[in-house]
């Protein structure tokens, strides 16, 4: 048993790691699926001192050692000790103080922090050579934006191009593109982007999601069961979500295998459910294009029919949305201190409720433009999607997104800021024509990318109609904005 000492009958390297093993011999396969050196399941005999000094306390795991122990007289010359440089500590703390910044607790209650990924990378005690650049390229950069510190700054894109040559070294061997600290510098590089937005446009930072979930997609959906790889996989869902409703793309994160295998373990929190039903849309928006494009009408009373029970689903996904949120609030008032995951809350809604808009604008045009062909014989069908297509309704839901957004900028989560770009985007266009709600759409999208924050939201801002299914772009002609040149 993991956690119960002498009970174990994992491999040392599962038992270091505090992870299930799955005892398989001679090696097990959790450590060579992730590339980690299995140290077998050997155990040696430990020397504990019961002298009259008193019962001296054994280190930890000292009898998995992968050597037997050295004889207790060693000749010093012999004896190797790692002692980390000037320059090593320095990178500690740099790496350190942008993780104190840009991270915050996941709870009042909890000791972890978010985001997890990121805390289970700066975790890992020797780091492979891209992920620890990785690392210190945003920790250089960030740091630097942050104090306008151009020397910090270039120190950090210079680590930028390094850790850029050593991905593509490690990608080029198809044993080490598969583990799990490549997968993690591949992560940080991702949230370089959204941070620096290298391109000017939403290219560069496309490309390394893209480029990661192909690494994902090509590890199978088995092999992200573990706190870091798992980690990874659950932040980038949202990333690639965003990814393929812009480029109206379905995605294989959608497919039976890839909703199950990565939570076989563990239960499936909110937010992934959530971003179930973007990848759904994403689908449907796909399958929209080609009916689009070829004028096909076949295929138009599915996906309404689809759309409808995505709304179904979405209602009772914000029912258990806000009953978590009641008893959170019921602990916090209990206790005497801040209701629990105001802004967890607030994100979460807002993205929800940004789906929800985003379903209806898209059903709506799609009725628009094909109401000849499905009305008169799916009448209870359409009127049934009306109610949530209704345009009171749809400003309705765009000011809950707003009210939402505005109040998470109030905090100083800054790892959630990137997260609010999506509800805003979907947002905008719902408000377009109307001049004082653009405005407020403008300063939220300001208050986003300025003051060295996340240029990624400019970049998305100035993407304009290009990012909307074509039924939607032609309907939405009027006010539409168009990209910056």
């Known amino acids: ?17 505090k992870i299930r093993c799955d005892l398989q011999k001679p090696l097990c396969q959790r450590c060579t699926s992730s590339g980690r050196q299995c140290e077998g399941y050997e155990r040696y005999p430990v020397f504990i001192n019961r002298s009259q000094a008193g019962l001296e306390r054994r280190q930890r795991l000292e009898e998995v050692r992968s050597t037997p122990p050295r004889p207790a007289l060693q000749n010093q010359d012999t004896m190797g000790f790692s002692v980390p440089s000037m320059c090593q500590l320095n990178e500690d703390q740099f790496i350190s103080s942008f993780w104190e ?30 992920l620890r650049q990785a690392l210190l390229s945003l920790a250089y950069t960030r740091i630097g934006r942050l104090q306008n510190n151009p ?28 583990h799990d600290e490549i997968l993690a510098a591949a992560r940080c590089m991702v949230l370089y982007e959204a941070f620096e937005s290298t391109s000017e446009d939403m290219a560069a ?108 689903g979405m209602a009772a996904l914000k029912k258990d949305l806000l009953d978590m949120h009641i008893v959170h609030d019921l602990k916090g008032q209990a206790l005497n201190e801040p209701p629990f995951g105001e802004t967890t809350f607030a994100i979460t809604s807002a993205i929800l409720i940004a789906l929800d808009l985003a379903f209806s604008i898209y059903a709506a045009a799609l009725i628009e433009k094909y109401v000849a062909d499905v009305f008169s014989e799916h009448q209870d069908l359409i009127a049934e999607i009306s109610r949530y297509t209704d345009a009171s309704r749809r400003r309705d839901l765009s000011k809950q997104v707003l009210r939402h957004l505005q109040y998470c900028l109030q905090t100083r989560f800054e790892y959630a800021r990137p997260r609010l770009i999506f509800p805003l985007n979907v947002v905008r266009w719902e408000l377009r024509t109307i001049p004082e709600d653009r405005a407020q759409v403008q300063a939220l999208f300001e208050a986003i990318s300025s003051r060295n924050q996340f240029r990624i939201a400019r970049s998305v801002q100035n993407a304009g109609c290009s990012t909307l299914p074509s039924v939607v772009s032609r309907a939405a002609t009027t006010g539409c904005e168009l990209p910056a040149r």
């Open 1 to 17: 048993m993991v956690g119960i000492p002498g009970k174990s009958q994992g491999c040392n390297t599962c038992r270091r790691r």
């Open 101 to 130: 910044g840009y991270s915050t607790s996941s709870s009042p209650y909890s000791r972890t922090r978010k985001p997890a990924w990121l805390y289970h990378s700066i975790n890992i005690s020797t780091p492979t050579t891209p």
């Open 151 to 178: 020397t910090l700054i270039l120190k950090g894109q210079k680590i930028y191009g390094q850790t850029l040559r050593l991905m593509q070294n490690a990608l080029y061997d198809q044993q080490l593109m598969c």
């Open 205 to 312: 930072w496309q490309s390394h999601i893209i480029g990661i979930v192909r690494l994902i997609e090509i590890r199978g959906p088995g092999r992200h069961r573990d706190p870091l790889p798992k980690s990874i996989l659950e932040s980038i869902r949202y990333n690639a979500m965003i990814v393929c409703l812009t480029r109206k793309e379905s995605s294989f994160f959608g497919y039976p295998s890839w909703l199950t295998q990565p939570w076989a373990d563990t239960p499936k929190d909110l937010d992934q459910r959530v971003y179930d039903y973007g990848f759904a849309l994403s689908d449907l928006i796909q399958r929209g294009e080609a009916i689009y494009q070829c004028s096909s009408r076949t295929e138009i009373l599915p996906i309404l029919e689809q759309i409808r029970d995505s709304y179904i």
